[in-house]
């Protein structure tokens, strides 16, 4: 029996994904860099929320923003059109971002230049949350239109993140989107988890969450020290 | 070299899941139910245009809902408390659905008490594109809050539909969503699918889909005779 070995696929893929991101967290302390994790739906506001806080840090800290999807240029596009510095990854087909995908990307660009990394994961609820990205906080984003029920058919994504953003509240009115029952089951999954309600289009919330996000880095970054 | 077995799990994968969704097409086919795949975002609203569907085609055909999510009962409840019949699936964490998950649902009802079965997909754009349910017909849901640009960054599901419904169009003045520049990225990736635009909140062009899709079933049924 003892001289039968299993090779668990999926443990072992995770299990060298975890490795991974520790070498890429320790390297981005050493560097002196914060890097965020931010996941959610397709559509539900990533690059928005990108370039709407990039308005409100990037006097503050030297930005980019690594972006992943199966294909096209669209969103880093967007963030350069806005000022920002993008490096785009094409998983080619895969459903979500790992630490190696990360590290490949991160070794395209010179990481004394910049302070603050963004992940913008691919629009996924389910595989991302299960991938360790070398990041040091993990945000997810909902949007109202999605409805308030999503924590109950994606559990793990709302376990894993530090943060929930609830987006696109400018158009609450047109859908049933009940935010204290939202509340309510957070708290029980992730009592932890900050909540934020915001609008990347009309900029409401926006101050509130990159206050917030400012204080993790700076926190960060005087523990480095 | 030709003594080398090469093990590809993904491929392994795929074949053995096409092996049981042909197998599942056979035996529905003997059945002389028809079978619909629905994917989406989480939150693209699934759920809700099966309702509305049910709506107008409950009178025509014999109808139960298979659905598929990682955890919670929500959908099936609102699927029973609509009227119709609810089979729920739970993943345990898996992003899509397979054959054999759609075979084990079909195996716990007796299959010649219906006509049609739709499946709710989990929902994601990515993962549910590889594998055949063993269904006659997939579609998948757009909603105008998700952007028009979806088809650039998750071109596979795309490419495998046989209709796009666009939904809560009721709601397009909140958002910015170029239609025309949809239709044209639609016709370059997948010529040959259908497209809705409807709202399953107003009913808005649901009766055009539901007579298109009643269409399809009656066409598929007539070749089975």
Redesign the interface.
Known sequence: MSDIKLIN?KESILKDNDNDAEFLRAKLARENVFMLNIMS????GKTSLIIATLKVLQHKYRISVIEG????M??SEKIVQNGGHAVQIHTG?D?HLDAFMIKSAIDTINISDFDLLFIEN??????PAEFDTGANLKVMIL?V???D??I?????MFQVCDALIIN?I??VK??DFDFEALKNRAALVNPKMKLFEVSSKTMEGITEWSDWLSEQIDDYKSRLI
Chains 1, 2 share one sequence.
Do not use: Q, R, T
């Open positions: 696929i739906s397709p559509g539900a999807d199966i294909d096209s669209v969103d087909g459903c691919v629009g996924n609820l389910v595989c949007s239109p999605e409805g029920d999503k109950l058919k994606y559990p793990l696109k400018d158009c047109m859908f």
